[in-house]
């Protein structure tokens, strides 16, 4: 596969979406084709499944194995439709958000057995993985001050325990697989993260 694939991820609000676009930016002003893509909600599907995901408003609610199936439906149809004919044509892709949200959100935040998702991600993706991850780190209370008194979505309304769980599987997977994934300190200013993403990111790009 000829392309370069480049996700990010972190907790709600901290950056990564700024980021993934300023990166797209900086690498399309230099020649290369950026495909700059998000989950959930890339694909016609994908966003039928987003909507259902992030303002599902009903007595029942939805179960962690369910959140987690559908989010798997969302990339299965992320990657056959978008990144791997991109990453074949050569293109860079860069997405908000891929595998690690999945370990980090349902496996260390919901409590679902990690070898399991392992399985299924494998399934849903083909063993895709990206050649390098941007983890933009920021403490839970700087994302909730972030969050404000703007109507949260339903996964931004979880507690600041699980937003904790979920951090600290971020550090778990960085802690995992060094090479792939790269810790930036999103606490700094956007101009700062991001001159500390393009001095981890263009010497393996190019």
């Avoid at 939805?62 to 978008?82: G, I, T």
């Amino acid at each position: 596969m000829a392309g370069f694939f480049v996700s990010f991820e972190g907790i709600d609000k901290c950056g990564k979406s700024t980021q993934a676009a300023l990166l797209t930016n900086h690498l399309k002003a230099i020649g290369y084709d950026v495909l700059l893509t998000r989950e959930p909600g890339a694909t016609v599907l994908g966003r039928e499944l987003r909507h259902l995901l992030l303002t599902w408003n009903s007595p029942e609610s939805v179960s962690p194995k369910a959140e987690m199936l559908m989010f798997a439906a969302d990339r299965a149809q992320h990657v056959a439709s978008l990144i791997r004919p991109a990453l074949q044509a050569g293109k860079c892709v860069i997405t908000d958000r891929f595998i690690d949200s999945t370990f980090a959100y349902q496996g260390y935040g919901r409590g679902l057995d990690t070898g399991q998702l392992k399985t299924i991600q494998n399934i849903a993706t083909d063993g895709l993985v990206p050649h390098m991850t941007v983890w933009v780190d920021i403490e839970v209370k700087t994302s909730r001050s972030r969050m404000g008194l703007s109507e949260n979505d339903r996964i931004e309304s979880e507690s600041d325990e699980m937003f904790e769980k979920v951090r600290s599987g971020y550090a778990e997977l960085h802690s995992a697989y060094p090479e792939r994934i790269i810790r930036v300190d999103g606490e700094k200013t956007i101009q700062d993260v991001f001159q500390d993403i393009l001095k981890a990111v263009m010497p393996r790009i190019s």
